[in-house]
């Protein structure tokens, strides 16, 4: 195992972890586990924490997939094990 | 033209063109069938996996649970999408690097066993034969709703058509016709949407809808929370579930939906690991066009219905729909029995209210009111919709289609991965290892034309517990295969027997939960009811829990028996990234 394919790994495991913390935050923290405290808050006719739960969630997690796609291809280059010729 | 002749016009031509793709795209090795080649553009797969995965549940009834459910309902929203970041994340780079073709292999090979290769199989086949059964029954009641057709006509049509792309084209056949189905579906979905939400909001776009005024001052959540909670139901965005429960079946259905093997496998199609990842965006970004316009129609529609019975102050007595002054649409569904009225106080006006509430009981009584007067079912939301909108008969035929393909593309993909799991898992894999490349695509052909039998079988004639095991799919798959395939990955230590114990404590414990309060093949041996749930988790949201004993099994086992060998450990670390590093050369 050499030590750079370690770097390209750990920078992997930190960045799906950043990630991953943002998906729970958004949907298990602001669509569930908050959600009473967030619907004190409204913005348009909607109370926060319901928007989070049928709407704002999902536009997260789509922000999340593609921001890890593009910044996993970056590392991939940065390291050499991309797929491009 | 009348709307039935429109209707069989606009699904005739639509599998026209799904026949004429499977022509088209008829599959000439295993690689074709299996996985489409590996050719599929990103865009193109993101669309065949939102139509793989989008099925007659989502498309008919999911905005009517909403409807129904309130803030509960987001427990699908947010389920069924949060899903595909774990796939994307965790599943499908590392599933597509592998290369092979279907979720047992990777589990044979990296836990070294056929064992586990078949614990994988039995899981995958249970889930998938549970979900394909609702898809079929799904495909017989649009046909014989829309076109007034015997249930079991409609299965045989809807199966002649999957047997011809699935069985000709297989992967590549699939993916293609799912490509036409998701834009036959989301042109459905969001014409009717749009229309409605207009008509009550002023405002085009649902999603913007569902936020806006529907008189001056007064935004369609507050007024829907005020009538709902008026008539004894539920305040709209505040729900009935305990957060606990909610929490656990959302988790369940993330989990759930990134093991699910029609889903993953469509990850197995894309040129590269790039792909894969980008692939899994493109697939979210069409599913959630759909799924962030269902809240927003079922808010709308509840709202309609509420007001169009309820049309003025709750108890004046002139404030309910006069039953023979109801709407066109009212009487449409009346005949198909999805709408039914009884007119229990004699005083030929609808009264519409949550009976079951005690503490509504003596206002009811004081206005004269002797019990809910109306029964919905939950499809009519989705369904009636363009009637209620007062749009043309072609948007209605299109509907139609759109349940049917939502139906036939979820199906395919359900079908495939079961006729990959026999010829290539079973037979290929432990049967007859030396088989020939023509004759073990011979053998997913026989498996796919047995599996679409089974299946219309199955929809023509469900056992009583198919809505019931639905929870049952999602748990196996994210108490089962989900945590093998990320350990698997994530982790070199987890071996074989750690693995097989881990997948058949979280499958034992998952079904026998399930069993305990729902009972499959059996009585059900406890009330379900919250006070007898474990942490007050429902059997939908129990795969959560199967998932952690999955985790805790797994490591507990392996960390007390032999290492995992070497070269297994250098296949966990060639899969990490996308190419070798130096391999350049050998890589094309």
């Not at chain 2, 007119?343 to 030929?348: A, P, R, Y």
């Not at chain 2, 009111?369 to 809910?372: D, K």
């Given at each position: 195992m050499t030590p750079r394919k370690t770097t390209h790994w750990r920078q992997n495991l930190r960045l799906a972890g950043i990630c991953l913390s943002v998906w729970f935050a958004v949907s298990f923290g602001c669509g569930i586990l908050f959600v009473d405290f967030l619907n004190q808050f409204s913005f348009g006719g909607f109370q926060l924490g319901f928007w989070f739960a049928q709407q704002g969630s999902m536009y997260v997690f789509l922000v999340l997939i593609f921001a890890y796609a593009i910044r996993m291809a970056a590392i991939d280059r940065e390291h050499g094990v991309d797929e491009d010729e | 033209m009348n709307l039935e002749l429109l209707t069989y016009l606009v699904v005739g031509l639509s599998f026209a063109l799904y026949i004429g793709i499977a022509f088209a795209a008829k599959a000439r090795s295993t690689g074709d069938f299996y996985v489409a080649g590996k050719h599929v553009h990103p865009v193109a797969n993101g669309m065949a996996t939102a139509a793989d995965w989008m099925s007659a549940a989502s498309f008919i009834s999911m905005a009517g649970l909403i409807a129904f459910?309130?803030?509960?309902?987001?427990v699908y929203l947010m389920g069924w999408t949060g899903g595909y970041v774990l796939l994307a994340l965790l599943l499908a780079p590392y599933l597509r690097r592998f290369g092979r073709f279907t979720v047992p292999e990777f589990i044979g090979e990296r836990y070294y066993s056929d064992s586990a290769r078949l614990v994988a199989v039995i899981c995958l086949i249970v889930i998938s034969f549970t979900y394909v059964a609702g898809q079929m029954r799904g495909v017989g009641i649009v046909f014989s709703r829309f076109l007034g057709l015997d249930i079991g006509m409609g299965l045989l049509v809807g199966m002649g058509v999957v047997f011809v792309y699935a069985v000709l084209g297989g992967m590549k056949g699939i993916t293609y016709t799912q490509v036409a189905q998701y834009c036959v579906l989301i042109f459905a979905y969001t014409v009717p949407a749009v229309f409605i939400s207009l008509q009550v909001t002023g405002v085009a776009l649902p999603q913007l809808a569902f936020g806006s005024e529907v008189s001056s001052g007064v935004h369609l959540l507050a007024k829907l929370d005020g009538i709902v909670t008026d008539l004894g139901f539920a305040a709209y965005t505040s729900g009935t579930k305990s957060p606990i429960d909610v929490f656990f079946i959302t988790l369940a259905l993330m989990v759930g939906t990134a093991g699910l093997p029609h889903v993953i496998v469509r990850f197995f199609t894309v040129p590269k690991v790039r792909d894969a990842r980008a692939s899994a965006g493109w697939a979210l970004l069409f599913i959630a066009i759909l799924y962030t316009t269902a809240p927003a129609v079922g808010a709308l529609a509840r709202l309609n219905l509420t007001t169009t019975i309820q049309h003025g102050p709750v108890g004046e007595a002139d404030a309910n729909l006069v039953y023979d002054e109801r709407p066109q649409w009212f009487r449409t569904w009346e005949e198909t029995e999805l709408l039914t009225f009884e007119?229990?106080?004699?005083?030929?006006r609808i009264q519409y209210y949550n009976d079951a509430n005690p503490d509504f009981a003596a206002r009811a009584e004081a206005y004269g009111?002797?019990?809910?007067e109306l029964t919905v079912d939950r499809d009519i939301i989705v369904l009636a919709n363009p009637e209620i909108a007062g749009l043309p008969d072609w948007v209605i035929a299109l509907v139609a289609a759109g349940g049917i393909a939502a139906a036939l593309s979820t199906a395919a993909g359900l079908l495939l991965v079961i006729s990959a799991a026999v010829s290539h898992d079973l037979i290929k894999g432990v049967l007859a290892r030396n088989i020939s490349e023509r004759r073990e695509l011979l053998a997913g052909r026989i498996s796919a034309a047995v599996a679409i039998l089974l299946a219309g079988s199955l929809g023509y004639n469900p056992p009583g517990f198919v809505a019931e095991v639905v929870a049952l799919a999602f748990g196996l798959a994210a108490a089962s295969l989900f945590p093998a395939i990320m350990m698997g990955i994530f982790?070199?230590?987890?071996n074989k027997p750690g693995a097989i114990a881990g997948m058949l404590a979280g499958l034992l414990f998952t079904v026998g939960y399930i069993v305990c309060f729902k009972g499959v093949f059996v009585a059900p041996f406890a009330a379900n009811v919250p006070e007898n749930w474990l942490f007050g988790i429902s059997p939908e949201g129990i795969g959560g829990i199967g998932m952690l004993i999955n985790f805790a099994v797994a490591f507990a086992v392996s960390a007390a028996t032999k290492e995992t060998p070497e070269e297994v450990k250098a296949l966990v670390q060639r899969i990490r990234t996308p190419r070798t590093r130096g391999a350049r050369e050998s890589q094309q």
């Open positions: - | 459910l309130g803030y509960d309902g987001s007119d229990k106080n004699g005083d030929g009111w002797q019990g809910n982790s070199t230590r987890i």
